[in-house]
């Protein structure tokens, strides 16, 4: 039902935005703040997780720990008789993409690339650039980043 409009109350919206701030919290802290039992908050989490409004968990990570300290996004583009879905599997193997974001307008694309360093982010967007379907690039390095987080 991903997509689909689904029944979402009150309860439902609140419990999602606490798991949205601490993903492991228990039901039993989750149904003190909405003032429901444990077993209740399960059997909405539950019912969320089966209608696709929750799907899945993560853990926010520090890449730079992991050798990946610089974070830039690729704007594509594309010759204009090339498919969308072509356009998503571009960097199906390369595992510096963390996302492709097709988007309307120009670019066609933004790919979300994460690398050890500057040398790393060339090769990766030559990789990009070489598979034959990319017509252009503008490569916008990360300075900083702010996530938001529900309040």
Excluded: C
């Amino acid at each position: 039902m991903t997509g689909a409009l689904s029944n979402i109350d009150t309860i439902d919206g609140q419990i999602v935005r606490l798991l949205q701030q601490n993903a492991r919290r228990t039901y039993g802290s989750i149904g003190q703040e909405v003032g429901l039992s444990a077993p209740a908050v399960k059997r909405r989490v539950d019912r969320l997780e089966a209608t696709g409004v929750i799907r899945g968990y993560t853990a926010l990570v520090d890449h730079a720990y992991l050798g990946q300290a610089v974070e830039a996004f690729a704007e594509l583009r594309f010759a204009g008789s090339t498919r969308v879905d072509d356009i998503e599997e571009i960097a199906h193997d390369v595992p510096e993409v963390h996302a492709i974001f097709t988007v309307a307008g120009d670019p066609d694309a933004l790919a979300w690339i994460r690398v050890s360093d500057v040398q790393d982010l060339k090769r990766v967007i030559d990789r990009l650039r070489s598979s034959g379907k990319v017509t252009g690039t503008k490569t916008l390095m990360v300075l900083s980043s702010s996530v938001r987080t529900p309040a």
